[in-house]
């Protein structure tokens, strides 16, 4: 069974830098894809960043040279992190995977910018 748990985010001020971690189980990060999305209130959900199992990366143009995604394969874990915060980042993250058969969505967690 896969489980995505979120966790890291928080209240930071503009400018500031949060990093937020997605403990997995169930797969294995180094040989999955897998991405960070974003939703925020009355808007859907979008990409940020993702990685594949070749450790190629991909981001949103508006997180570009501001958000860095990686992965740590000791640890099962994958990594956002988000430096010079805005306001307009402000919202719920999830981590993401998938196989032939479905998405797998971790709980979210809530980032919230202040300005």
């Known amino acids: 069974q896969v489980q995505l748990v979120e966790s890291g985010g928080g209240l930071v001020q503009a400018g500031g830098s949060l990093r937020l971690s997605c403990a997995a189980s169930?797969?294995?990060?180094?040989?999955?894809?897998m991405g960070w999305y974003r939703q925020a209130p009355g808007k859907q959900r979008e990409l940020v960043a993702a990685?594949?199992?070749?450790?190629?990366?991909n981001y949103a143009d508006s997180v570009k040279g501001r958000f860095t995604i990686s992965r740590d394969n000791a640890k099962n874990t994958v990594y956002l992190q988000m430096n010079s915060l805005k306001s307009e980042d402000s919202s719920v993250y999830y981590c993401n995977t998938y196989d032939q058969f479905r998405n797998y969505w971790g709980q979210g967690t809530q980032v919230t910018v202040s300005s």
């Open positions: 990685i594949t199992s070749g450790g190629i990366t």
């Open positions: 169930g797969i294995i990060v180094s040989i999955n894809a």
